[in-house]
């Protein structure tokens, strides 16, 4: 009778069911694709940021506090004396510009060579904008078949730091 008893207790019981096993995120939807979420999301947070610098970026230049010259160009931009001449031949064209494969002649004749081809001239002033992207400036542009130095750049390339501070200390003795 006991036996009875004791089967009619233990099926009463239900089975205790065994905990689920904690899975990471990345288990849960695959390495690859937790990765590529991860990607993203980090890349937005820095798209942000990119966002926020522009506009403190020109809040500071339209207010007089941040002034860009030739010296923060040659720092910024150019790598070598290549990239001086490049923008040296833009800034003598004016506005009009040149064409790629204008200024590779000029590079050649100034250095003696024939190396420079107009694929180089593009590919360097590519580089030098996209160095430029972070505070969302451009130093030069295609108008037609031609490149020219932007506004930016003209103002910029133009300017030495020394006709700057004579410039803004004229500005206030006048007022």
Known sequence: MME???TIQTSSKKPEKP???YRAPWEKEGTYKHLHKDLHRSEDKLDDIRRTLRYINKGLELAGYLVYDQNYIHDTVCTNEIDVMVLEELYSAGEDG???KDIAAALNKQFH?????PWHIRFILRRMNRKLELIGERVAEKRGMQW?????GRKAWGLKREEIIEDTTSLEVSS
């Open 113 to 117: 060579t024939r190396h420079y081809q």
């Open 4 to 6: 009875a008893t004791e």
């Open 19 to 21: 905990k689920k096993k």
């Open 148 to 152: 020219a130095l932007t506004r930016f």
């Open 98 to 100: 040149r064409l790629p």
